[in-house]
């Protein structure tokens, strides 16, 4: 990625078809902020008309669909940088590689789909939208997500995730198939749900107790904690994910499941707080 800011208004950088609805455009060694603004140009410009943008040769180039008005898809083509999709408001963002770190901080609504693996804070603060990951991503996703009423934000991940999964979630879903794990192996994530006060951890695989923050409390399919809504839920993330990557639907529910759950609602208020 170039690290110098460029002068030209880049527009020989943009190829329109489909009677000006389809904008292609080729991002080699073109600076983030320089990027970011020709988006803009070409979504939220007066009298656009475009509905799907097409990134060419993306390296790096950070804050991707973080600042757009229009409700609109965007295909990357390479590896965006951190914060690809922050603050996002309802856009469809599809990534034909892999995603940096922080890909959908504090993203309000919208969709990103992941045909790669993802770094670490995926989804850090989400509070609305959903994000598809096909493989595995890195460590403390899904830290402080939250939701409010109707807005939950869901993170579904085809393969694993590393330490502090879920930490100081305060709402929303994270669905972790595990699809990536050899029979019998077990996740590998360490302080799953340390400081968890609200939302939910789906897990499918095999978990050790001791692999969990000591504020989570479990429950398995089976259980009287289990609901018939963690089912329907969980089979529509197993349908979305197919529907974007392929698989079976079936075979992923087969799986063994466990439900990670907050056992307080303010576990580290203490803290916080001052008590005599």
């Not at 904008?23 to 603004?37: F, H, I, K, M, P």
């Not at 020709?38 to 979504?43: A, C, E, P, T």
């Not at 979630?169 to 669905?175: E, H, K, P, S, Y």
């Not at 749900?193 to 399919?221: C, F, K, M, S, W």
Request: aromatic content about 8%.
């Amino acid at each position: 990625m170039t690290d110098v800011p460029q002068t030209a208004d880049q527009s020989d950088r943009v190829t329109l078809t489909a009677g000006g609805k389809i904008a292609s455009v080729d991002a080699t060694g073109l600076y983030y902020r320089d990027l970011n603004a020709l988006l803009r140009r070409i979504i939220d410009g007066p009298g656009s008309e475009v509905e799907r943008v097409v990134l060419l040769n993306v390296v790096g180039q950070r804050y991707i669909a973080s600042d757009l008005d229009r409700e609109v898809t965007i295909e990357i083509h390479g590896t965006p940088g951190n914060d690809l999709a922050a603050l996002m408001n309802g856009q469809t963002v599809i990534v034909y590689g892999n995603a940096q770190d922080g890909c959908g901080n504090t993203m309000n609504t919208g969709e990103v789909v992941v045909h790669g693996h993802a770094g670490d804070i995926l989804g850090m603060s989400m509070r609305g939208g959903t994000i598809y990951v096909r493989d595995y991503v890195g460590y403390r996703v899904g830290i402080h997500m939250k939701e409010y009423e109707d807005k939950i934000p869901v993170l579904v991940i085809g393969g694993t995730a590393q330490d502090f999964l879920g930490e100081y979630m305060a709402g929303g879903r994270i669905v972790v198939f595990g699809l990536d794990l050899r029979p019998g192996e077990a996740h590998h994530a360490h302080l799953i749900g340390t400081g968890i006060h609200n939302g939910a951890i789906y897990l499918r695989g095999h978990v050790e107790d001791h692999q969990l923050g000591r504020e989570v409390g479990t429950v398995r399919p089976g259980d009287s904690m289990w609901l018939a809504s963690d089912t329907e839920f969980l089979r529509r993330c197993a349908e979305g994910y197919v529907a974007r990557f392929g698989g079976d639907v079936d075979e992923i529910m087969a799986g063994e499941f466990r439900k990670l759950y907050a056992k307080y609602l303010r576990p580290y208020g203490p803290l916080y707080t001052w008590r005599n």
